[in-house]
């Protein structure tokens, strides 16, 4: 069964850290492109970053570049978000999803490309 289990959000002020986790089971993690997503009350969900099957490459949305890091750890299955200079227009859901992706990078983005998501986890930015 495949499971992909997030944790690490809360409620955290303006200009604050919060690290991310998405536990990944019942798949082969290491095959898979990880990213996450976010989805803001009254919103479309949109894609915040993404991660090649190794780790090598990471790719983030404008919004997240230079403030976020995406990482994996394909030994213990899991899948990580570092956040910080967190702002409210942060504020949302944020999923992990997991994707078998044999397509250019540029389709990382488009959420239809992944397989699983995880139930998601709040993060709540205050002012």
């Known amino acids: 069964q495949v499971q992909l289990v997030e944790s690490g959000g809360g409620l955290v002020q303006v200009g604050g850290s919060l690290r991310l986790s998405c536990e990944a089971s019942g798949f082969i993690f290491a095959n898979y492109v990880m990213a996450w997503f976010r989805q803001a009350p009254g919103k479309e969900r949109e894609f915040v970053a993404a991660?090649?099957?190794?780790?090598?490459?990471?790719y983030y949305a404008d919004s997240a570049k230079g403030r976020f890091t995406i990482s994996r750890d394909n030994v213990q299955n899991v899948l990580f978000l570092r956040m910080t200079d967190l702002q409210p227009e942060d504020t949302a859901v944020y999923f992990c999803?997991?994707?078998?992706?044999?397509?250019?990078?540029?389709?990382?983005?488009?959420?239809?490309?992944?397989?699983?998501w995880g139930q998601g986890t709040p993060v709540t930015v205050s002012s």
């Open positions: 991660i090649s099957w190794n780790g090598a490459r990471q």
């Open positions: 999803a997991a994707g078998l992706i044999y397509k250019q990078p540029s389709y990382y983005s488009y959420d239809t490309e992944y397989d699983y």
